[in-house]
């Protein structure tokens, strides 16, 4: 990672997935605090969701900007070392992302992907409200 920031390597390596890695929480508090309620990581979906809304029919997938391969964001920056080798692997983070979402769609689910870096203190609560909104909005229908 010796083409990095320190702040972007801390950011790369505080965000190998796992649960309840902190921006999850965030956004998981902030709709809890509105009245939503939800399931985490739900084995039986496709990707396993970080947030999901059965009551919305919708899932939420909060997104690490390295691993998931954030395009055009200063916190996706391919090692130089290796190169090739997190290229390949973020590629395939990002097919199974793909694969994922055209899954859960088909299923009827309303998917929202957010990313980290809209969570950083500027556009946080922007962000948090796009999602409540986006959330909310989707009623199931039957
Ligand atoms: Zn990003």
Known sequence: MDNQ?????HYTMSRIRGKDTKPEILVRKYLFGL??????NDKRL???PD???PKYKT???VNGCFWHGHEGCKYYVLPKSNCEFWSAKIERNKARDIRDRQELEAKG????VVWECELKK????ETLER????????TVKN
């Not at 689910?109 to 929202?112: E, M, S, T, Y």
């Open 109 to 112: 689910w309303h998917v929202i």
């Open 46 to 48: 496709p990707g396993h």
């Open 122 to 125: 500027a556009k946080r609560d």
């Open 35 to 40: 009245g939503l309620r939800y399931r985490k």
């Open 131 to 138: 999602v409540y909104k986006s959330v909310t909005e989707k």
């Open 59 to 61: 899932v939420v997938f």
């Open 51 to 53: 947030i999901v809304f």
């Open 5 to 9: 920031t320190k702040e972007q390597r």
